[in-house]
């Protein structure tokens, strides 16, 4: 049922579920995990950007059509209002505090079933909010 609603509120130009791009601070079993359930997510460890500003991070997102996963939740908040302010667009910003792998992939997954890309865009959300 909720997957049914979700996919009334997807717009043409965006997937039904958000693709992900985990942060260099995320461990690389987290995308792993997500792929395995046929989600699209990469981490900063596969696309090989490792030690780059969190702006070019945010922006490589944004070129791929990805919201952004982090355990650097200040940095990001700052970012995130960055943007704003200068009306730059993104596909998300998720922000978690650390927790073990398998609760944020469950988080995750919670997270991807409940709220569709186009909800996400230009959003910040916080991961605690999918317990």
Do not use: C
Not at 7 to 18: C, G, K, R, S, V
Not at 48 to 73: H, I, K, P, Y
Request: proline share 2%; net charge negative; charged share 25%.
């Amino acid at each position: 049922m909720v997957a049914l609603l979700l996919m009334e509120t997807a717009t043409p130009d965006l997937p039904l579920f958000a693709r992900l791009y985990l942060d260099e601070d995320v461990h690389l079993r987290v995308a792993n995990a997500l792929w395995l359930r046929r989600y699209d997510a990469i981490s900063v460890h596969e696309a090989r950007r490792w030690a780059l500003e969190d702006e070019e991070q945010l922006s490589f997102a944004v070129a791929d059509g990805r919201a952004l996963f982090t355990f650097n939740t200040s940095d990001y908040i700052r970012l995130h209002l960055d943007w704003q302010q200068r009306g730059e667009e993104h596909f998300g910003i998720i922000v978690s505090n650390q927790i073990p792998i398998s609760e944020v992939v469950r988080r995750l997954l919670n997270l991807l079933n409940k709220v569709a890309a186009d909800e996400m865009h230009n959003q910040l959300i916080w991961l605690q909010a999918f317990k």
